[in-house]
């Protein structure tokens, strides 16, 4: 071969090779440092952690308590869990029998404080997992038991079980002539629809079962549009449990094309303006209360390392330099309101912050619980198929 076409190629692969090298750092150096924006790294390290309880003895002096403070947790731990097999007796026997059959009973109780305490913690301490009614703040078990809703349902509960109660029960009234037909609609979704572009201030609407079905269908139609693969969500932040928005720990199979980024960083927006192959960037208000930090869980009951307070001038000048990133290179703006709802303002976060996202996905909120999920978006976004190539759709 002719030394100088030789010399050329060389040349040619060498700059490829370093531009390659260049943009991997650059993703790499958009990352969180903490395995909440190392996905993988975390999914490996999760898959070395062997299982291991604390014994009678260590239980009580993980913390190298002395001998006296020890033995005063033991007996108050003993003495409150006969009492909650007292007072909870009809209860627990129904959550106990129950959970052989109902795997989310043994995965919830199984993860209820951190597994080292697991074993102890579930058998001298069990919950229940049933309740016969709801008294405005109140739950009553199927013992009397009246206990304070202090999770309000996750946070769907935003106006009260009384309010849920009466609504549920005017909208059965409304559709129980129609029934469960399915494929049409009842005249109250028109209604419905109407609202829903009021205000998300969206051309229109889509239903689903769930939020995680509505950021499915989004990013779908991100990528429809864009014709690019790639989705980026924030490290910690929430999207449900669909794995391409859940790559690490908890989904069994590596998500390629989901890139994990900082929240409030300089070098994701970097990312963000030169990178081609992104579709769509995901946010959750939520996390504005702890950027880069995992959503609230039941474990946070547990946690002792979650701060208080936001620094939401500095958040809010972060989505709009976020949104007039993606504006510039053609990537769409999702922002997931299903934990939010319209908590933040009449018009959500948009109105909040002050910030036009191109999609927006709503949950549980808008059916007190009920299981839904929405998208709304502009005309052009929402459209499932081409004008000029009418064979290629997308499904949903």
Known sequence: MNPILTGLLAVSAGAVALTKGHRR???????????????????????????YTYGEDRFFRVDDAPDAIADQRRAGFE??????????????????????GLSDLQFTGAYRVPFQFREKVRTTL?????????????????????LIDLTGSYGV???????????MAQGAAMVADLGGVLGSFHPVVADNVRRLTTLSGMDEVSFHMSGTEAVMQAVRLARYHTKRPRLVRFAGAYHGWWGDVQPGIGNPVPADRTLTLADMSERTLKVLATRKDIACVLVN???AMHPNGSAPSDGQLVDGGRKAGADLAAYRDWLHRLAETCRANGIVLIFDEVFMGFRLAKGGMPEYFGVKPDLITYGKTLGGGLPVGVLCGPAHLMKRWREDRPVDICFA
Not at 26 to 45: C, E
Not at 83 to 91: D, H, K, N, S
């Open 285 to 287: 208000p939520l996390q």
């Open 157 to 167: 509960n935003l106006f009260g079980n009384d309010f849920y109660k009466q609504t």
């Open 126 to 146: 069990a919950t229940g997992a049933f309740y016969q009614r709801s008294e405005g703040p109140i739950l009553v078990d199927l013992d009397g038991n009246r």
């Open 79 to 100: 003495r409150l869990g006969g009492l909650f097999a007292t007072r909870f007796a009809q209860t627990l026997a129904l959550t106990k029998e129950t959970r052989s």
């Open 25 to 51: 750092l650059t993703l790499s150096r958009a990352k969180h440092p903490g395995l909440g924006g190392h996905v993988r790294m975390a999914k490996r390290i999760a898959g070395q952690i062997p299982f």
